[in-house]
């Protein structure tokens, strides 16, 4: 289904000064006033559109939303964000992602959402995010790779995110086992996979992306000092839809070398990038404590630990929360 607005605006986008509004309406079938009222709504959202009576409309600035238009514009890729479904609003971005892919949406199909009512993390924690202030998408894979290999995909895309801060506002970011993103110590964002599989093959698989972009975690006093955002860091405005194309791109080159069966180079320069590897911490699953070196991450997306005694030890990502010791 065409959506009107987002065309208008593509078109003006198009072009190389102004557009006139009969060439607009011409092209899409709709009358010079439907053209004109919808240049309303989209200067009441932020955007800076001239209009001249006689040469037409022409696009000045556009607001930081995160309308696929804007996004696919520039967007450099083949698989990630040729579909892009958006929501102002919704409960969560994974559960329409996970039913669009049981209707057969296709692979790299992209859900984005300005604000979730019910977004969560791993182990079923809620994730604040303020409207219009972060990223909030899930994106749809169709891997063929076994269903114990799904933390491939949580690996490659922290990586991704990673990669994408780094190279669009030259801030580090490391990434802390299993699923979680850090700069400077606290936590700006986190990955959660969930699976559609049988036995010996993956149906489908829903990762979805949450990244503190433009978000004040000082103002909230329950997060303040265990979260961040790339802004408090960077001590500016960042713009949303610049880094989500650079996570998309990421995805992209990443998900390449998944497919080729290079995972081994993605581990790799996943424990580069790793907050924990060489330094000790406290795993705690339900009652249990484990202490000792966090060593490696293996092809399982098991953590290698050298525990006190200098036994080596495969933890689990599953029920457990892994703390850094001071």
Not at 54 to 63: A, D, I, M, T
Not at 87 to 108: Q, R
Not at 153 to 161: D, E, F, I, N, Q
Request: proline share 3%; hydrophobic share 40%.
């Amino acid at each position: 289904m065409i959506n009107i607005e987002e065309e208008i605006l593509r078109l003006i986008m198009d072009a190389d000064d102004y557009i006139s509004g009969e060439s607009v309406a011409d092209r899409l079938s709709i009358s010079r006033s439907a053209v004109w009222k919808h240049i309303r709504k989209m200067r009441r959202e932020g955007f800076r559109i001239d209009a001249n009576p006689r040469s037409g409309y022409r696009l000045v600035s556009c607001p930081d939303i995160l309308k696929p238009v804007l996004i696919k514009n520039n967007l450099n890729t083949n698989l990630f964000g040729n579909d892009i479904v958006y929501y102002i609003k919704t409960e969560s971005t994974n559960t329409i992602a996970n039913n669009l892919a049981i209707d057969g949406a296709e692979e790299g199909t992209v859900v984005i959402a300005e604000e979730q009512t019910k977004g969560r993390g791993r182990l079923d924690r809620s994730w604040l995010s303020p409207a219009y202030k972060n990223i909030l998408m899930s994106v749809i894979f169709r891997p063929n790779i076994e269903p114990l290999k799904v933390f491939n995909l949580t690996m490659l895309s922290s990586l991704s995110v990673v990669k994408a801060i780094e190279s669009t506002t030259n801030i580090k970011a490391q990434i802390k086992w299993p699923n979680d993103v850090y700069i400077e110590n606290k936590k700006v964002g986190g990955i959660l996979t969930e699976l559609n599989a049988e036995q010996d093959r993956i149906n489908f698989a829903i990762v979805g992306i949450g990244l503190n972009v433009n978000f004040d975690s000082s103002r909230y006093s329950e997060i303040k000092d265990i979260a961040t955002s790339i802004s408090n860091v960077a001590g500016r405005p960042v713009s949303r839809i610049s880094l989500l194309q650079s996570v998309l791109q990421e995805l992209e080159e990443s998900y390449k070398l998944l497919k080729a069966g290079k995972v081994d180079l993605i581990r790799r320069d996943w424990n580069k990038h790793s907050l924990v590897i060489g330094k000790p911490v406290r795993i705690i699953s339900f009652d249990k404590i484990e202490e000792g070196i966090a060593e490696s991450v293996d092809g399982d997306g098991c953590l290698i630990l050298r525990d006190n005694m200098g036994k080596r030890k495969k933890i689990l990502s599953g029920d457990v929360s892994l703390r850094l010791k001071e």
